[in-house]
């Protein structure tokens, strides 16, 4: 479902920030990125639909690929309507309501009705858990419930992937759990899934994969029971002696 082949990416002359990343990840893999801060997970997952554009390499998303060297705006298009992000930061419309939010790119990219697009929000908030909460906007929700719409509204566009930007990391500790419970159904329902987050616990429960990322590399990638539970790699054991499993 998702290749990359050596990408890279630097900014400036001399921060590299991501080096040479080989990746594959197959239909229905729920892929967690765990590792430090600053070791480039989120450069990473913003490459796969160019919000980053890579320095060198080639991303493949379901059957479109795109060459860093060569790319025109159509394929960026075309890639990223293969994927859909969700963000730390919710990045809602505030002058929109959850339904109008999950609405908004059925009508202006999909081209659909606005009759269709609503029957399609309303199911994916039933989904998500708010519903009750179609005519708020974002100020009179909690962080936790403007997460739960953007995962609806990454939902509509029916995406190959879902990307996840370290999505609980801007909830207070009691909202948390109700993110994951959302991600965590989605996991059991087969979604292809690659998630960022510092959420090790989850990691090992919902991943079927896990990779570890240091200073712009892949250093381990396996089964949780592996990478997680029996660590191999001298960072990867440090690493996660300072977190909580």
Do not use: W
């Amino acid at each position: 479902m998702v290749e990359v082949k050596n990408l890279s990416k630097t900014f400036g002359h001399d921060t590299h920030v991501l080096k040479e990343i080989n990746l594959k990840v197959n239909k229905n893999e729920v892929v967690a990125i765990l590792g430090p801060s600053g070791t480039g997970k989120s450069t990473l997952l913003r490459c796969l639909n160019y919000l980053c554009v890579p320095t060198t390499g080639t991303v493949r998303v379901g059957d479109v690929t795109v060459d860093s060297a060569h790319h025109t705006r159509r394929e960026i298009r075309s890639l990223r309507r293969q994927s859909a992000m969700v963000f730390q930061n919710y990045n809602l419309f505030k002058n929109k309501t959850a339904k109008q939010n999950v609405m908004e790119a059925l009508v202006t990219v999909q081209k659909k009705s606005r009759a269709e697009a609503e029957d399609i929000a309303m199911a994916l908030l039933e989904k998500v858990g708010m519903v009750e909460r179609k005519d708020f906007y974002p100020s009179k929700m909690s962080g936790g419930q403007q997460q739960r719409v953007a995962i609806a509204r990454a939902l509509a566009v029916n995406p190959d992937v879902l990307l996840f930007d370290e999505p609980t990391s801007a909830l207070d500790p009691e909202l948390v759990g109700e993110v994951l419970n959302t991600i965590r159904k989605l996991a059991e329902e087969d979604s292809t899934m690659i998630l960022v987050t510092h959420e090790i616990r989850f990691a090992r429960n919902v991943a079927t994969r896990v990779l570890f990322m240091d200073d712009g590399r892949i250093v381990a990638d396996g089964p949780p029971a592996e990478i997680i539970d029996n660590p191999q790699n001298p960072r990867l054991k440090q690493f996660l002696q300072f977190v909580s499993k």
